[in-house]
């Protein structure tokens, strides 16, 4: 599907946005994407995995890989949800710390999600993996985070920022509360960059998907919203221009299985 094929990307009358392909009051897309993930949070880790054949963990590593994550960091990472990045951090901090000769610096992690329950998940799963400390669960909203300006050494937002209302403020706020010489990556859903794969990743969207998620999480229109959010959010050349524009340095971005997901990295120097 091409971007102007796609229901409702025709400019928003002022005072609304989108909610997939729904046009719906800006101040209500807050709700409706919490509703969302209230429905899903239970089922959210067990739907990942079928949905993407596992491949959102390789999508995730490649995002470690690219962090790079070091002993002593602070991590925030935004839209956290069930604590898939908090986890692989930590692991990757302690695997390089136990690596090393230098005395431990314990790394750190903000999780922060407007979601209690997704947080409740995460929580749930750190006590079953035995982790009781590094990690601070917050619930907050990406657009206006409830963390100090300048804090933090790394942000990292995965599969969340489709879901804010206004890109451009969560994309500042990232910006505000990293250190300088601290990064921001993206970990998204994108736009497919492929021939053929494009047209057989529309049929399993908006075909197959909805369906998984009736039959799994019994709820399909939460998996129709993931699909169409998916079409509506930013191509990658747009949203290396939108983190340029809140004053991100050497942006870059990687495309992952041929654009299904990017990953978009940026600088506060
Ligand atoms: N990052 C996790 C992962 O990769 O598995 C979870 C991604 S899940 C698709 C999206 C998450 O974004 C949900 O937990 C949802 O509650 C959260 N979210 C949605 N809107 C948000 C906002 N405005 N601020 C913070 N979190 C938000």
């Not at 986890?87 to 992690?109: E, G």
């Not at 799963?125 to 669960?137: E, V």
């Amino acid at each position: 599907m091409m971007t102007d094929d796609i229901p409702g990307t025709a400019q928003e009358p002022p005072g609304s946005t989108h909610f997939g392909f729904r046009t719906v009051a800006e101040d209500e897309k807050v709700g409706l994407v919490r509703g969302v993930f209230d429905s899903v949070a239970g089922r959210y880790d067990l739907m990942n995995d079928l949905m993407s054949a596992g491949i959102h963990r390789l999508w995730k590593a490649a995002l470690m890989d690219w962090l790079n994550p070091r002993p002593g960091q602070h991590l925030l990472d935004v839209a956290g949800g069930t604590g898939d990045i908090a986890f692989r951090f930590l692991d990757r901090t302690r695997l390089r710390q136990a690596n090393s000769d230098k005395p431990p610096v314990p790394a750190r992690v903000t999780v922060c999600d407007i979601n209690w329950n997704m947080l409740g998940v995460g929580r749930d799963r750190a006590i079953d993996r035995g982790i009781l400390g590094g990690i601070d669960w917050v619930c907050g909203n990406a657009e206006a985070l409830p963390v100090p300006s300048g804090s933090v050494d790394a942000y990292t937002i995965a599969f969340g920022l489709r879901n804010v209302t206004h890109i451009d403020q969560a994309l500042a706020e990232a910006r505000r509360v990293l250190k300088p010489g601290g990064r921001f990556i993206c970990l998204e859903f994108s736009h497919v960059a492929v021939p053929v794969l494009d047209k057989l990743y529309d049929a399993y969207s908006f075909q197959v998907l909805p369906r998984l998620g009736r039959w799994v999480a019994k709820d399909e229109d939460s998996y129709r919203y993931l699909a169409e959010s998916i079409r509506r959010f930013p191509p990658q050349g747009e949203l290396v221009e939108r983190m340029r524009g809140v004053g991100f340095d050497q942006v870059k971005y990687r495309n992952l299985t041929g654009g299904i997901a990017a990953m978009h990295s940026g600088w506060r120097l």
